[in-house]
């Protein structure tokens, strides 16, 4: 059975600074890969996603993530955060063939000033 | 194109009580999907619904949750017979096709109360 780990219920980051929030899955088949995002009380947005090609997939607002599949890991990534940028983060994985998606519990990233 | 829509965006019932939660599907997706988020946790797959047809319910509890997905109209998630543990915020997503690699788009999801 999948299962996804988002190991940091909660990251406080600097407005500019770096972040990365990770996200490991355990799958026996071959997966696709996404990252949603969700604003206070509205439902997810789709951020990015991997389905096969480049590791490193980018989303249009400067967020970025890379598939490692020796490591089983799909860590979300941005250079430079903006306040706005404070949601929560869910990493989700589907198997090939199967639709359901499969949730981590969520990271809440927290950007101050 | 309007997006995924949910109604009611609250709602709140007695224990005993049923709920019934609506989903209009995004214009031209034929595929529905129901998750349901507790508390402080992430989104857990109930069922996977097509036109008049359950495809995948695996993730549904065995007794008093059903869901339907008419040949007209919404997709209808219905809870009988509350219970307190049932209070979360349940969550449509829909898609095109039904493929794996699809983006699933997201309703702005039901939050229930019971009291």
């Known amino acids: 059975a999948q299962s996804v780990t988002q190991l940091d219920s909660q990251v406080p980051v600097f407005e500019e600074a770096p972040v990365e929030l990770r996200c490991n899955y355990s799958?026996?088949?071959?997966?696709?890969l996404f990252w949603y995002v969700q604003y206070p009380n509205q439902g997810l947005q789709l951020l990015l996603k991997y389905l096969s090609g480049s590791t490193l997939v980018e989303s249009i607002n400067g967020f970025e993530a890379e598939f490692n599949k020796s490591q089983t890991s799909f860590h979300l990534r941005k250079p430079s955060v903006h306040i706005s940028d404070t949601a929560e983060y869910f990493c989700a994985v589907s198997e090939t063939g199967f639709q359901k998606l499969v949730f981590g519990t969520g990271t809440r990233l927290l950007v101050s000033p | 194109n309007a997006g995924v829509m949910q109604n009611p965006r609250h709602l709140v019932r007695r224990r005993g009580q049923e709920a019934r939660l609506r989903c209009s599907p995004m214009?031209?997706?034929?595929?529905v999907y129901w998750y349901r988020q507790l508390p402080e946790e992430g989104l857990k797959f109930m069922v996977y619904?097509?036109?008049?047809?359950?495809?995948?319910e695996s993730g549904m509890p065995k007794e008093r949750f059903s869901a339907e997905f008419p040949k007209e109209g919404p997709s209808i998630l219905r809870i009988q017979q509350v219970v307190r543990g049932d209070s979360a915020a349940y969550f449509c997503?829909?898609?095109?096709?039904?493929?794996?690699?699809?983006?699933?788009?997201f309703g702005p999801g039901t939050r229930l109360l019971v009291l």
């Open positions: 619904l097509q036109k008049e047809n359950i495809i995948d």
């Open positions: 214009k031209g997706h034929s595929h």
């Open positions: 997503a829909s898609s095109p096709l039904g493929t794996p690699q699809e983006t699933q788009y």
């Open positions: 799958s026996s088949v071959s997966v696709y």
